[in-house]
């Protein structure tokens, strides 16, 4: 089994930023790909940003242009992941979600709320 913690949602004002953190721990011999998705009440869940093990990132085009090529980082050491969120919009409000691929199986956090005020 593998266990997610999420940290570091908030409340923060439009254009202001926030770090989100996932740990990982159980059995994990290697992570594939983590990630964070996110969901705002009444929509579905997607994806907002990940990276491989390897370093290969994948972002939500809705956050293409805020969030850098370095904005989602990974410790595979320390089995963590990293979301630096800037320039955050009334539109980011959801709630975040870690996730792990340990293949073959998806792995989730309980979730972190974010919410930006306008």
């Known amino acids: 089994q593998v266990q997610l913690v999420e940290s570091g949602g908030g409340l923060v004002q439009a254009g202001g930023s926030l770090r989100l953190s996932c740990v990982a721990s159980?059995?994990?011999?290697?992570?594939?790909?983590m990630g964070w998705y996110r969901q705002a009440p009444g929509n579905q869940r997607e994806l907002v940003a990940a990276?491989?093990?390897?370093?290969?990132?994948?972002?939500?085009s809705s956050v293409k242009g805020r969030f850098t090529i370095s904005s989602i980082s990974r410790d595979n050491a320390k089995k963590t992941v990293y979301l630096q969120m800037n320039d955050l919009k009334p539109e980011d409000t959801a709630v975040y979600y870690c996730?792990?691929?340990?293949?073959?199986?998806?792995?989730w956090g309980q979730g972190t709320q974010v919410t930006v005020s306008s």
């Open positions: 990276v491989t093990s390897g370093g290969i990132t994948n972002y939500a």
């Open positions: 159980g059995s994990i011999f290697s992570i594939n790909v």
């Open positions: 996730n792990a691929v340990v293949r073959p199986r998806d792995y």
